[in-house]
């Protein structure tokens, strides 16, 4: 809304709102027709019927061909029965608006799994160390086949083992982040959490090993306590654990500073909080799981220098307990890590760490020269 506000498109976006609801609005004035007319006729034919009844019942007991009480019950009978055919008339519109529903239901329960039904109880779940690679991995995303997106990309990250991927924009940083927790499946090669295909091991599973923390982190309406422990069964986490990954986080002396504390609510999509802060408890999120392999797309970015640093110290410290794969823009936030990996359009272009980097004077040195 503030995007709109700010470019005065107002206007623009009432005509584009206008336009797409006017398909809407007119089929809403011919269902509406139809219910008034069924409405119509359902009550039209109770009453006319009974008052035809009573009008014959009427002449029937003058002419003394029935008694008072059969022209009551007939006249009771009829009303019954009037009211009983107008409901059924009227429940016919129900019946096939359940029947549409239903169908719309049950082609979407009876669609087929895919290869990433998030679902599925079926697949391994290993205890796992922590080792990630992808090995002779190609990709393509489904929508664009043709454009091959990551290259017989082999990239290897040891248990604890903290590594960077840096390059331009495009070159399909955030996409291996996609393969490493299976939210994308590569086209070919494979990616391995320790010996096991990540293809072998159940999705939910996946997830609670390999966590990531994007950009732009979606809290939900929920409390601050709620977004952090957000999908952890109840024996999973006490306020301790809590506590202690907002520590990790760098957040948790902020929301001790709010009135309701942990327990305060954040609003839709975290509205009531910077974006800094929404991302420093998307990381509490990630930290609370105890993750195996922590993945980091950027997540440090929306993060002013103060936060960033305080946030690159908890991180630090989390180091060599679970194995970090993290994409940056900014290098200043990567120098300590162990592996720097450079890539470009798909490919690797250099490996090592700052220092290696840094002497090579290759295309790590020169974005470096242009960030400084
Ligand atoms: N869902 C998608 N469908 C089709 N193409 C996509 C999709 N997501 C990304 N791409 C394309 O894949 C390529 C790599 O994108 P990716 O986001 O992995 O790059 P990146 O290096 O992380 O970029 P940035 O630094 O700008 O975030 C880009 O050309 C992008 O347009």
Redesign the pocket.
């Known amino acids: 809304m503030s995007t709109i506000k700010a470019y005065t498109l107002q206007g623009h976006f009432d005509e584009i709102f206008y336009n797409a609801l006017r398909p809407l609005q007119s089929a809403m004035k011919r269902q509406s027709c139809i219910s008034a007319f069924v409405f119509a006729c359902q009550f039209s034919f109770t009453y006319i019927l009974i008052a035809i009844t009573l009008h014959i019942g009427k002449i029937m007991m003058l002419s003394n061909e029935i008694t008072p009480f059969d022209y009551l019950r007939v006249v009771l009978l009829t009303q019954f029965g009037a009211n009983f055919i107008s409901q059924l008339i009227a429940s016919v519109s129900d019946l096939t608006r359940a029947r549409v529903a239903s169908e719309n239901i049950l082609s979407v329960m009876n669609e087929p799994p895919t290869d990433m039904d998030n679902l599925t109880d079926e697949g391994l779940r290993p205890k796992v160390i922590g080792r990630i690679s992808l090995q002779n991995v190609e990709f393509r995303?489904p929508?664009?086949p043709i454009v091959p997106?990551l290259k017989n990309l082999t990239i290897q990250v040891a248990p604890g083992q903290s590594v960077a991927i840096v390059?331009p924009?495009?070159?399909?940083?955030?996409?291996i982040i996609s393969m490493f927790h299976r939210m994308y499946t590569p086209t070919k090669g494979q990616v391995m959490l320790d010996n096991y295909n990540v293809k072998s091991i159940n999705p939910n599973y996946l997830r609670r090993v390999v966590v990531s923390v994007s950009q732009e982190p979606n809290l939900f309406s929920f409390t601050i306590k709620e977004n952090i422990t957000y999908g952890l069964c109840d024996d999973e986490y006490n306020m301790e654990k809590i506590i202690k990954a907002a520590k990790i986080a760098h957040i948790h002396d902020f929301i001790t500073s709010l009135p309701n504390g942990y327990e305060t609510e954040v609003g839709e999509f975290g509205a009531q909080l910077s974006g800094g802060q929404k991302q420093r408890i998307a990381i509490a999120r990630a930290m609370i799981r105890d993750p195996k392999v922590l993945l980091l797309d950027?997540a440090t970015a929306a993060l002013d220098a103060t936060s960033e640093k305080a946030v690159q110290t908890a991180l630090d410290s989390v180091k060599k307990q679970c194995t970090i794969v993290h994409?940056a823009?900014r290098l200043s936030s990567i120098r300590k890590v162990d592996k720097i990996i450079v890539?470009v359009d798909g490919e690797i272009a250099e490996e090592g760490t700052h220092q290696e980097l840094m002497a090579s004077k290759g295309l790590y040195y020169e974005m470096n020269q242009l960030e400084t």
């Open positions: 995303y929508s664009r997106i390059g924009s495009g070159s399909g940083k955030s996409s950027e994409v823009h890539l």
